[in-house]
């Protein structure tokens, strides 16, 4: 039993160091929500307003929202980029009396022709 204690101990770290960072990285973010959040990353590129105004929920809507919306767009480069692809995902619980309301962050990076852009909603 022993042997094999420290047979594990000894192999484990062999084992995780032969893992490929990004998959590990993939194994992490939720898919669903990565789509989403590209997707509404080129739509305020594309200025298709309508569009982000149906994803967003009922209780955060508001009469300004096209204001903001289009304040957002202005800081997103409307070039067509290179690549889009995760950097990070963050996952938050937040207790507010009984109820608990878990968030997913996700950071988005553009790759332009002409520089980076990273984009955390």
Same mark, same amino acid.
């Given at each position: 039993?022993?042997? /094999? ?8 770290? !062999? ?6 960072? %990004?998959? /590990?990285? &993939?194994?992490?973010?939720?898919? %669903?929500?990565? #789509?989403? #959040? ?7 590129? #594309?200025? %298709? ?14 009469? %300004?929202?096209?204001?903001?919306? &289009?304040?957002?767009? &202005? ?9 889009? @692809?995760?950097?990070?995902?963050? @996952? ?5 009396? @009984?109820?608990?309301?878990? +968030?997913?962050? !996700?950071? !988005?990076? $553009?790759?332009?022709?002409? $520089?980076?852009?990273? +984009?955390a909603p």
């Amino acid at each position: 039993m022993y042997f /094999m204690r420290r047979l594990i101990v000894l192999l484990l770290p !062999i084992a995780l160091l032969g893992c490929d960072r %990004d998959a /590990m990285f &993939e194994k992490f973010i939720p898919k %669903d929500e990565e #789509a989403i #959040a590209k997707g509404l990353i080129a739509k305020l590129s #594309a200025r %298709d307003y309508p569009a982000v105004e149906a994803k967003v929920d009922k209780s955060l809507q508001s009469s %300004d929202m096209r204001r903001k919306l &289009e304040e957002i767009a &202005e800081l997103i480069p409307a070039e067509v980029p290179k690549s889009t @692809h995760t950097i990070g995902a963050i @996952h938050q619980q937040i207790q507010r009396g @009984h109820r608990i309301r878990s +968030y997913n962050r !996700i950071r !988005i990076q $553009r790759v332009l022709a002409r $520089r980076k852009c990273v +984009y955390a909603p």
